[in-house]
């Protein structure tokens, strides 16, 4: 918080979440932290972008691509303004990306599901995946 002021930053990330949990013996603690920090950066309108592996996703059986997709026991959810999910589906002998915006506060996005690829210049949005 005290670089934060310091040095007047406007994007922080958080890689990862999942780090967090592994280096804390208590899920919960980690949930009121970030519950702080998320609140923190809000009020000097700073953007937090941050990733969470979530192992249960994986494993989605066919005509199904969303896997396990319970509201994991830390409901994160409740605390950020937007959730994308980026994902691995295996289809016809080769593995897929898959993007989707599963949530997105106060915006009617797209709900389609993208293939996408991460190319020299950046991350690129393919079409809408067909199964």
């Not at 990862?16 to 809000?42: M, P, Q, Y």
């Not at 409740?78 to 993007?99: M, T």
Request: hydrophobic share 40%.
């Amino acid at each position: 918080m005290d670089i934060v002021n310091e040095k007047n930053i406007k994007r922080v990330v958080i890689d990862s979440i999942s780090s967090l949990i592994s280096a804390t013996i208590d899920k919960f603690e980690v949930r009121e932290f970030l519950i702080n920090l998320v609140g923190f950066f809000k009020t000097k309108e700073i953007t937090c972008l941050a990733n969470y592996l979530m192992s249960e996703n994986f494993g989605a059986s066919r005509g199904q691509l969303l896997g396990n997709l319970s509201s994991n026991e830390m409901r994160l959810r409740s605390i950020v303004d937007g959730v994308i999910l980026l994902r691995y589906v295996e289809r016809e002998q080769s593995v897929r990306k898959l993007c989707n915006i599963l949530k997105m506060r106060g915006s009617d996005h797209n709900k389609s599901i993208f293939e996408y690829e991460i190319k020299k210049e950046g991350f690129v949005l393919g079409d809408k995946f067909m199964i």
